[in-house]
């Protein structure tokens, strides 16, 4: 376990704090009901869905677990957690699946 | 009279958002495990999850700060995932804009994906509901939602505190994420989106100061608008 030097967890909660509100207060605050431009709203859109996925795939590759050596295992795991939520579109189905498939790895790689 | 409508809209919301306690419900409780195997005390957890309020910013800055990630990309690449929240923000607008701003002040921090998703429906199906009864119906959404999260915070960072670390708790980070992806697939769009931000990731991931996530994911966002942008105009195509 590395902790986490105080300074710059601060620093990170702050600056989410300040700037998770003005995202959310930006448009029901200020701008009011002007329209944004369509390219952009376009690109906001798929956010979530593109950084999420950029963040995840490096973890799923290289497991922290194994220290970095890429495994079959949890790559199927992910796999799996992935294509419950896709095709049941319940989150909490998907959490339940990978969580019970983690647990069925961490039992058979001992 | 009007006292009593948007009582009972506040009791309405809290009514429809109750449900989403247990979504809420686990994942705070994940993030106050993992902010305590990542270190953190019960203080730090329940600070972060009241000031932040936004799960997948949390978990986002969270996995970022144990990789030694600087400061400003932990910052972007957490609002850029909490970007959908301004969306929410402007699409609530035309409903709750001419609310007097302390109210639009205090709602903008009860803007989550809850809230927003429960209360965009009810104002569309319901255009004779009056500004406050909106108001009402909103903060009711999130009645038991963000008391949820914050008490699931504290007791998953006191659990947190006495999982053994073999336990290898680090890859459930991942799967979390996973489990809310999924879901927000809905169209071809979105799917390109996260097939490019995925391919893009690989070889990025050796790009210095995690850059890599912030070049897959912009990668991943053009993919979305561009397939989006196609699709659109195979549709009219097709019709035509």
């Known amino acids: 376990m590395n902790t986490l030097d105080p300074i710059t967890l601060w620093t990170v909660i702050i600056g989410l704090a300040v700037g998770s509100y003005l995202l959310r207060f930006a448009f029901i605050g200020l701008v009011g009901g002007r329209a944004m431009p369509d390219w952009l709203m376009r690109h906001l859109r798929y956010t979530a869905v593109a950084i999420i996925p950029a963040l995840v795939t490096p973890l799923v590759a290289w497991p922290a677990p194994t220290g970095g050596t890429p495994s079959l295992p949890h790559v199927a795991v992910a796999a799996i957690t992935l294509a419950v939520g896709y095709f049941t579109k319940h989150v909490l189905l998907a959490m339940g699946t990978g969580a019970a498939s983690f647990v069925l790895l961490l039992y058979f790689s001992g | ?240």
């Open chain 2, 1 to 240: 009279m009007a006292t009593t409508t948007v009582k009972s809209a506040f009791w309405r919301g809290l009514r429809d958002g109750a449900p989403f306690v247990l979504v809420s419900g686990p994942f705070g409780l994940l993030f106050g495990v993992l902010a305590a195997e990542a270190g953190l005390i019960v203080p730090e957890a329940l600070t972060f999850s009241l000031a932040v309020f936004a799960g997948s910013a949390q978990f986002t800055a969270l996995q970022l700060m144990q990789e030694n990630a600087p400061i400003l990309i932990v910052l972007i690449s957490a609002l850029a995932v909490n970007l959908r929240v301004a969306m929410y923000s402007a699409s609530l607008t035309p409903y709750l804009g001419a609310a007097p701003l302390w109210q639009r002040a205090i709602a903008a921090y009860f803007t989550v994906d809850q809230s927003y998703a429960l209360s965009i429906v009810k104002f569309e199906s319901e255009p004779e509901m009056s500004v406050p009864e909106r108001m009402a119906y909103f903060f009711g959404t999130n009645g038991l939602v963000a008391p949820g999260w914050m008490v699931a915070t504290i007791i998953g960072a006191l659990i947190g505190a006495q999982v053994p670390e073999s336990w290898g708790l680090d890859f459930v980070l991942p799967l979390a994420f996973l489990a809310m992806i999924g879901p927000m697939l809905r169209t071809p769009a979105h799917l390109a989106a996260c097939f490019v931000a995925v391919v893009t990731a690989l070889p990025a991931a050796a790009l210095p100061y995690n850059l890599g996530l912030i070049v897959a994911g912009l990668a991943g966002m053009m993919a979305g608008a561009q397939a989006e942008l196609w699709l659109e105009r195979r549709l009219k195509e097709n019709r035509a």
